[in-house]
Nanobody, 126 residues
Framework: EVQLVESGGGLVQAGGSLRLSCAAS?????????IGWFRQAPGKEREGVSC????????SYAPSVKGRFTISRDNAKNTVYLQMNSLKPEDTAVYYC??????????????????WGQGTQVTVSS
């Protein structure tokens, strides 16, 4: 079965850094998949943070994180990472990874993804 497992969340002060990992099983990242990172804070919509093509490595970012976050992948390990620098309190949320097997342009829409992890909590204190 397909599984996605996030890890690396925690508590960090504003200005600090965290690296999230999304480990996949049941399928290979070295095919044409889109792997996205999303986040959801209480009372807010789930929003797209970043996306990477598992085979071509092309990346996309939400304007709110561009220049601070970096997405990458290690296809040999079937793992996608989200390096988060210069963290702000407004980055506090549960972070999810998601996978889609067919390319579309609108990577930021949660509904297009087929598989989801259970999330990892990121809390940024003032």
């Amino acid at each position: 079965e397909v599984q996605l497992v996030e890890s690396g969340g925690g508590l960090v002060q504003a200005g600090g850094s965290l690296r999230l990992s999304c480990a996949a099983s049941g399928f290979r990242f070295d095919n044409d998949y889109a792997i996205g990172w999303f986040r959801q804070a209480p009372g807010k919509e789930r929003e797209g943070v970043s996306c990477i093509g598992s085979s071509d490595g092309i990346t996309s970012y939400a304007p709110s994180v561009k220049g601070r976050f970096t997405i990458s992948r290690d296809n040999a390990k079937n793992t996608v990472y989200l390096q988060m620098n210069s963290l702000k309190p407004e980055d506090t949320a549960v972070y999810y990874c998601a996978a889609r097997s067919t390319y579309v342009n609108s990577w930021w829409r949660p509904i297009i993804y087929d598989y989801w992890g259970q999330g990892t909590q990121v809390t940024v204190s003032s």
